[in-house]
C-alpha cells in the first residue's frame, strides 16, 4: 500500500493514470480496514460512527472503478480463464444484491 501511495504521489505518473490508480489504491486500503473492521472499532481505532461508513464506502469505491473494470484487467494482464468467472459476464445481473461474491442461484450470467 505505501509503494502505491508513493507512486501516486511521484511526479512518473500521468495524470490519467493517476486518476484510473488513485480509486484503485484506495479501495484495496478501504476493503483491508473493512476486513478487519470489528478489531479497529474494538481497538478504539476508528470509532463507531466512522466505522459505520466504511461499508458503503467500499461500494462506492467499486462503483467508481467499474467503468474502467476491463480496461484495469487488460493492464494487469489477467488471464481469460479468470476473466471468466461468473461475475465477469453482466456485472450489473450478477450485482443486483449483495451476493457476497456467491452464486445464489443456477443462473449464469453472460455479456
Keep these: 500500500l505505501e509503494a502505491c501511495i508513493r507512486q501516486l504521489e511521484s511526479s512518473s505518473l500521468s495524470g490519467g493514470l493517476r486518476d484510473l490508480l488513485a480509486p484503485l489504491v484506495t479501495l484495496f486500503a478501504a476493503a483491508s480496514v473493512e476486513r478487519d473492521l ?10 463507531a460512527k466512522v ?4 461499508p458503503d464506502y467500499v461500494r462506492q469505491l467499486v462503483a ?3 467503468p474502467n473494470a476491463q480496461q484495469l484487467v487488460n ?3 489477467i488471464p481469460d480463464r479468470l476473466v471468466a468467472a461468473p461475475i465477469a459476464g453482466n456485472w450489473e445481473a450478477y450485482n443486483k444484491y449483495d451476493n457476497q461474491g456467491e452464486l445464489r442461484s443456477p443462473v449464469v450470467f453472460r455479456k
Excluded: D, K, N, S
Design 64 to 66: 467508481v472503478i467499474t
Design 51 to 54: 466505522g459505520r461508513l466504511v
Design 38 to 47: 470489528a478489531w479497529y472499532m474494538a481497538q478504539e481505532v476508528i470509532p
Design 75 to 77: 493492464a494487469f494482464g
